[in-house]
C-alpha cells in the first residue's frame, strides 16, 4: 500500500504561483511514474502532468504546458508541481497519484493509488 500526502494548496491572485508537493509513504515508489490530476466542481477528474520513474520525461496537459512544472526527488518519495501565471481556470481539487508503470501516463486507468486532494483556488 502507498500513501500519498499533498500540501501547498491555497488562495492565489490571477498570475500568482503555488508549489505543490506530493509525498509518498508506506512503500518506494522511485521505479513508477506519478502523476496529478485536478478535478472542478461537478467534472470528472482530468489529467494535469506526469513524471517517468526517474524525473528525465514529463507530460502535460495543453491547458498548463509552459505555465506548470512536475519534477520529483526519489530519495524523498516526493512529487512537486510548480505552478506559475495561475488563471481562475485553474482553480480546482488537486489530485496526486502513483502509477503502476515507469513511464509516463496520462489516463487514470494507469493509476493505482491516489491522494485525498488539495485545493486551489485562482481569485480574479
Known amino acids: 500500500q502507498v500513501q500519498l500526502v499533498e500540501s501547498g494548496g491555497g488562495l492565489v491572485q490571477t498570475g500568482g504561483s503555488l508549489r505543490l508537493s506530493c509525498a509518498a509513504s508506506g512503500r518506494a515508489v522511485s521505479r513508477l511514474a506519478m502523476g496529478w490530476f485536478r478535478q472542478f466542481p461537478g467534472k470528472e477528474r482530468e489529467f494535469v502532468a506526469t513524471?517517468?520513474?526517474?524525473?528525465?520525461?514529463?507530460h502535460y496537459a495543453d491547458s498548463v504546458k509552459g505555465r506548470f512544472t512536475l519534477s520529483r526527488d526519489n530519495a524523498k518519495n516526493t512529487v512537486y508541481l510548480q505552478m506559475n501565471s495561475l488563471r481562475p481556470e485553474d482553480t480546482a481539487v488537486y489530485f496526486c497519484?502513483?502509477?503502476?508503470?515507469?513511464?509516463?501516463?496520462?489516463?487514470?486507468?494507469?493509476?493505482?493509488?491516489w491522494g485525498q486532494g488539495t485545493q486551489v483556488t485562482v481569485s480574479s
Open positions: 497519484a502513483v502509477a503502476r508503470v515507469g513511464y509516463v501516463a496520462s489516463v487514470e486507468s494507469a493509476y493505482t493509488y
Open positions: 513524471i517517468n520513474w526517474n524525473g528525465g520525461i514529463t
